[in-house]
Structures are given as C-alpha cells and as structure tokens.
C-alpha cells in the first residue's frame, strides 16, 4: 500500500505533498529524522491529508497531480477545510 500524503506547516504557513509507503515513518522523518532538506527548514510538520493507492505508479501520479495548477488549487482546498476545522 502506497499513501499520499499532504504536510502542513503552520509555523511557516507552508504545504508538503510526497507518497510513502509507511506514512508514520515518513512523518516521523520529516520532523525528526531528516538532517537536511526542504522539509527540515520549516518544522513541525502536521499531517493534514492522505490518500491511499494499491500502486506506486497510482500514488506517483497522485503526488503530480497536486503540484499541478488544478492540483494545486485542490491541495488548497484540502488546507483551507482543514483550517477551517481547528
């Protein structure tokens, strides 16, 4: 099982979207683990959304998706609802 994931910084106000297929590891990871990289510079990291995919090719082309312009437009959605619900 392949999960896709949305992180969400709201010390820094910034998105994350990558696929794991352990998704608390990978949070784990980019909260803790990670001794270099985009993620580290803008932590803690929050977990706001996944999805899941049988796939890795699914879940790689779910993770494109949403760095497009319609996919990113829909990653903002799911931030705002997920503000919204705090």
């Known amino acids: 099982m392949f999960s896709v994931y949305i992180l969400y910084s709201a010390k820094f106000n910034k998105t994350y979207v990558g696929y794991s297929t352990d998704i608390v590891l990978r949070l784990k990871w980019h909260n803790e683990l990670s001794e270099s990289g985009w993620t580290k510079k803008y932590r803690p990291w929050k977990l706001i959304y996944h999805e899941d995919y049988s796939s890795k090719s699914e879940a790689m082309k ?8 319609v996919g990113r437009e829909k ?11 705090m």
């Open 62 to 69: 779910r993770e494109k998706y949403f760095k497009t312009g």
């Open 75 to 85: 990653k903002q959605k799911i931030l705002n609802n997920y503000l919204n619900s």
